[in-house]
């Protein structure tokens, strides 16, 4: 880990000007460097090489500079251009300290000082730096030594040794950034990265949505369309600024006690510091993201967008200033949204008290679980047709402990079955008894701090706690004959997501958006069609939840994150409630619109609130590409948003109403269009059990650890092919290591193939090297089994191609597997063997044309597989790829095997044909397994075929004498009436032959002297015939007897008959057998 803060003292000088979002942007670039180039960051640092800054305007510029694969920027001292390769490859002596290196990488940056900040997209940047000197480097888009390395291929395939030098080479290739724009291109496909919380480690929910978005930015690549997976990081207000904090409290200070402006630093330092570490991670997974277009929600570009649209949507009316009942954060002292409020089950008290009627003797019994709320009731409800309370209604009772005296109000709302029927109201601090007060103009007193500690409101109790001041006010109760009595409870307790503590409900003023127009918007975007969810079943809770949202709090009153751009008029009103107020973008233009509206004299004061954290994210997919600028032909925003082709928000149905309908909502209402067309939902990954994973209960599977142990390839294979949309997944680690173990199968086929090409000419080599698709022509010259095999791994390419465009990942990936484990391995692979030794003892023309052939064929299957299976398990499949015959730098962007609208052609008759062949081999295997003929052994085989058949069968006399172990000179293929005929000779003279009936027209007969020791059989069975003999007859004896049929329990003697019918069974079995061995 490549920690930068170390050296940030030396490096203060140099980016003191710098925005907070730049400085930490820096940091990360340099940390970065020094853990994926310690060569180059060395050079750097040292002085020995100089980074050409004289033409950067921004950190990404900077970035696409140094991570440049084939135009390096640097010089040497002295003059000449260091060759960049040369550089990572050379290990450096001695390597200075990381966060010395790293400090002094920025402080090599200096002349990038002042830099202008950030702006969305990639039209405002001003180019790469200059190249300083020509060099002559090795190519940089070699791929590592660790996959093109000369020498046989190992018999193992090293995950370990491949997995991070092929990410970095594709990485520094460029490969996962779209193709550049040119006109008349293909419509491009889009993913936006759901963006992981800035503080957030890697966990199993990473994993999966890497695998599966990976899988579909991967694939559209192969397909020739420009592909963006933006990915960025969220800077999740709430768990960072909580983070921070508790730094701060370790130190002996707190936020308050700094300021706002030093604590923000503070923010900005740790996200220097710790922010990259969960893009690194990403990274591990093989995630093929655009990093060059990596975003943040804070970062300047985004936090433009973000003031845009809450001016836009306070210009259409659509945000407003309020109090209302909020869910209020005691501990973080923010309001928290409803989704953001977690219940749980919990045991607690029902407290029953009396509620005195005013100059009267009576008391209405009443019950509360929050004693403490007694305090800020204002009426006492009874039902309107109870007539145990109807005299009492107008009346008044007096509050307990302070004397006050409220009405007793009549409202349906009221059950008069649950409990006593009477229901305390307390406007201030409940939701219910809010609505209820807005509808009886009851008063509304709040009896909470901010800290959840009681206020002036609360009299003696001032101050407390709100669970002190519960205990104490109960006590207090009990003295004065109050209370009645104290039930266990169980009940649905409110806690904050983030900090666990227990939510309160308080009457507070806030900033809201009106979300009603926008949600119908959104309903109507599924029901119409023009965005789809995957699974279906989800659409019906959209629609719930959309039909039944509520306004949305987007004031948080926290310090990190956006802050809201209100300006307050100063000395209008009390701040920030009933104050005069702008909204504007910036300071500059809050000014210009307050002195138009309250003249020249006017001051301001931005709201000290930030806006929820879903807010900015609700803009990602828009904002990330440069909204609300960057538009025009060839930019992002017109190529991966407003022209784009189809767009897929893959992600969690855990967050469908945190994200995914907020991003509906705002894009819609803000651009007119909606983000995506499809929502792909995919589950939550368990244990092997089912359970959810936890620490608590231990059966947290690190993805990391997984990693280390199976590679990157085998898990994100299990997680994909285990996938069904919106089911949680069970992973087990059996299922990845048999996915490892897939993987090796693979490379091993693979090594098989390139054994055998050691040898062939150039002119070959290069024919193999040509993958276009085989014609009709190409394939009708070929063999049967050739043509099978060709047809099926066509049909699958046809399959998997649907499978993926309609987002059914599981089966496409197992239909792959299946394919390469149980028809190209298992069969093609095996023929072929008879085609390749063949040529190796004979130079016959016609042998070695059927070599070349079968050469041909292993090469087309086994390339068209290894792009089928490239987006599931890209590493191997590019380290195996890079070892063969090919065309192109990278598997991961050469071609689909298949175009759009493109059909591959499938012989049906060959695959008819070799079906047949596959099932009478499968015939002899089974007769072998049930007569346990030695695995080694070779048998003797006679079959009978008609027409064409037969002559298929007898031109793949050799492959069908490999796959059923029979000698070639044993094996005879002929007429079916001659084969018949001589199996009948065969039987009379002798035990009769086993008789395999294959299908119409194609028989099959094994003599048994083939398949068995006849002197050791007889023995067995004659052996077996006794036992089985004297079983019968205890048995029968058995159930001769009166004794035992009228007094056992009649399942006893139903078993005892059963087992007799199967003795009987086995006895007459084991008597023909020994009959058909005697002749």
């Not at 880990?1 to 820096?26: E, F, N, V």
């Not at 306004?551 to 005069?580: A, K, M, N």
């Not at 767009?647 to 909502?665: K, N």
């Not at 008819?912 to 080694?936: H, S």
């Amino acid at each position: 880990r490549a920690a930068a803060l170390g050296a940030l003292p030396h490096t203060r000088t140099h980016t003191q000007k710098l925005s907070p979002a730049q400085h930490s942007q820096l940091l990360s670039l340099a940390s970065s460097l020094v853990a994926t180039n310690p060569s180059l960051a060395e050079g750097i640092a040292t002085g020995r090489v100089s980074p050409d800054v004289r033409g950067v305007r921004s950190v990404r510029d900077l970035h696409k500079v140094l991570s440049s694969p084939s135009d390096p920027t640097m010089r040497l001292k002295g003059g000449f251009a260091p060759s960049l390769g040369l550089l990572r490859a050379r290990t450096p002596t001695p390597t200075p300290p990381r966060t010395t290196v790293a400090g002094s990488v920025l402080s090599a940056m200096k002349p990038l000082n002042p830099m202008p900040r950030l702006r969305g997209g990639r039209s405002g940047m001003l180019g790469s730096l200059r190249c300083i000197a020509t060099n002559d480097s090795k190519n940089a888009n070699a791929p590592p030594e660790c996959v093109s390395g000369g020498g046989e291929m190992p018999p193992q395939y090293d995950f370990a040794s491949v997995e991070e030098p092929l990410y970095e080479w594709w990485e520094k290739s460029g490969y996962f950034q779209p193709t550049e724009y040119q006109k008349g291109e293909k419509k491009s496909y889009v993913l936006p990265m759901p963006p992981p919380n800035v503080t957030g480690g890697l966990h199993m929910g990473h994993a999966m949505f890497v695998a599966l978005q990976d899988i579909l930015a991967r694939f559209h690549r192969m397909r020739g369309k420009p592909t963006l997976w933006l990915p960025g990081t969220d800077h999740a207000g709430i768990a960072t600024q909580l983070l921070v904090e508790r730094q701060l409290n370790s130190e002996g200070t707190s936020r308050y006690e700094i300021g706002r402006e030093a604590f923000l630093e503070r923010v900005w330092e740790w996200k220097g510091e710790k922010g990259g570490y969960i893009t690194q991670q990403l990274r591990r997974l093989g995630a093929s993201a655009d990093w060059t277009r990596e975003r943040f929600t804070m970062d300047d570009g985004l936090s433009e967008a973000v003031s845009e649209a809450f001016v836009q949507l306070h210009d259409k009316g659509l945000v407003y200033r309020g109090e209302y009942m909020v869910n209020w954060s005691p501990n973080l002292q923010t309001a928290v949204s409803d989704l953001e409020v977690e219940y749980t089950e919990e045991q607690g008290k029902l407290y029953f008290f009396k509620y005195p009627i005013a100059g009267s003797e009576e008391f209405l019994s009443v019950a509360t679980t929050r004693p403490e709320t007694i305090l800020g009731d204002t009426a006492v409800c009874v039902h309107p047709e109870d007539e145990r309370y109807k005299h009492l209604i107008g009346k008044k009772v007096v509050v307990p402990m302070q004397g006050r005296e409220i009405p007793v109000i009549a409202d349906t709302y009221v059950d008069m079955e649950f409990g006593t029927g009477c229901l305390k109201i307390t406007p201030g601090h409940d939701p219910n008894d809010y609505e209820i007060g807005k509808r009886h103009s009851l008063e509304t007193i709040n009896i909470m701090n901010r800290d959840a500690t009681l206020n002036e409101n609360c009299g003696a109790y001032q101050g407390l706690d709100r669970f002190e001041a519960r205990a104490k006010l109960w006590e207090d109760m009990e003295k004065e004959g109050l209370t009645i009595e104290v039930k266990p409870h169980m009940q649905r307790v409110p806690r904050s997501q983030r900090g666990g503590e227990v939510i309160e409900p308080l009457i507070s003023t806030q900033w809201f958006v009106w979300t009603k127009g926008m949600a119908d918007k959104g309903i109507e975007s599924v029901r119409s069609g023009k965005l789809k969810i995957i699974p279906e079943r989800f659409e019906k809770t959209w629609y719930n939840w959309l039909e039944n949202i509520h306004d949305w709090c987007v004031s948080r009153q926290l310090w990190w994150g956006h802050r809201i751009p209100v300006y307050h008029v100063e000395g209008s009103g009390e701040f920030p409630t009933t104050t005069d107020y702008v909204v504007a973008r910036n300071e500059k233009e809050a000014y210009e619109k307050a002195k138009a509206k309250f003249g020249d004299d006017v001051k301001l004061r931005q709201d000290d609130d930030v806006l929820d954290t879903w807010f900015s994210s609700g803009l990602w997919p828009f904002s990330t590409v440069g909204w609300p600028g960057n538009k025009g032909e060839g930019s992002d925003f017109e190529r991966f948003y407003a022209n784009r082709g189809s767009s897929c928000l893959e992600t969690g149905y855990d967050i469908l109403f945190f994200w995914v309908a907020r991003m509906v909502m705002l894009g819609e209402e803000l651009t007119g269009q909606i983000p995506f067309d499809t929502v792909y939902m995919h589950g939550l990954v368990r244990d092997a059990q089912g359970k959810k994973m936890s620490k608590t209960t231990g059966n947290v599977i690190d993805p990391l650890d997984t990693i280390a142990q199976f590679g990157t390839d085998a898990l994100r294979y299990t997680l994909c092919t285990g996938v069904t949309p919106g089911l949680d997944v069970p992973l087990d680690p059996k299922r990845i290591e048999s996915n490892r173990n897939f993987a090796n199968k693979l490379w091993n086929s693979a090594r098989f193939i390139m054994g055998n090409l050691k040898d062939i000419s150039a002119e070959e080599w290069a024919e193999l090297s040509d993958n276009k698709p085989m014609t009709k022509e190409d394939m009708d010259a070929l063999p049967l089994p050739e043509r099978y095999i060709v047809s099926q791994v066509h049909t699958l390419v046809m399959e998997v191609t649907a499978q993926l465009e309609a987002y059914t990942f599981g089966q496409a990936g197992d239909q792959v597997q299946t394919f390469l484990w149980d028809e190209f391995a298992d069969w093609y692979l095996e023929i072929s063997k008879t085609r390749i030794f063949a040529a190796q003892k004979s130079d016959a023309p016609e042998v070695q044309a059927a070599a070349r052939r079968a050469r041909r064929v292993l090469m087309y299957v086994l390339d068209t597989s290894l792009r089928l299976l490239h987006p599931y398990m890209p590493y191997v499949t590019e380290a195996i790829w890079q070892r063969t015959p090919h065309t192109g730098d990278a598997l991961m962007v050469s071609r689909w095997p298949v175009d759009v609208g493109e059909t591959l052609h499938e012989d049906s008759e060959a695959v008819l044909q070799f079906k047949t062949f596959q099932a009478l081999v499968r015939g002899v295997r089974n007769a072998r397994a049930e007569y346990k003929v030695d695995p080694g052994k070779k048998i003797s085989a006679s079959v009978g075929a008609e027409g064409e058949l037969l002559e298929q069968i007898r031109a793949e006399s050799a492959a069908l004498g490999l796959l059923i172990k029979a000698d070639e000179a044993d094996l005879k293929i002929q007429d079916l009436a001659a084969t018949k005929a001589s199996a009948a000779q065969m039987g009379a003279a002798g035990p009769k032959p086993v008789h395999l009936v294959v299908g119409e027209g194609l028989e099959a007969f094994l003599p048994m002297s083939g398949l068995v020791d006849f002197e050791k059989e007889v023995k067995r069975l004659t052996k077996q015939l006794e036992a089985l003999k004297k079983e019968t007859e205890g048995l029968e004896k058995r159930l001769g007897s009166k004794g035992f049929t009228d007094k056992a329990p009649p399942e006893v003697v139903a078993e005892a008959k059963r087992l007799l019918e199967d003795k009987l069974e086995q006895l007459a079995t084991v008597e023909q057998s020994l009959k058909d061995l005697q002749g």
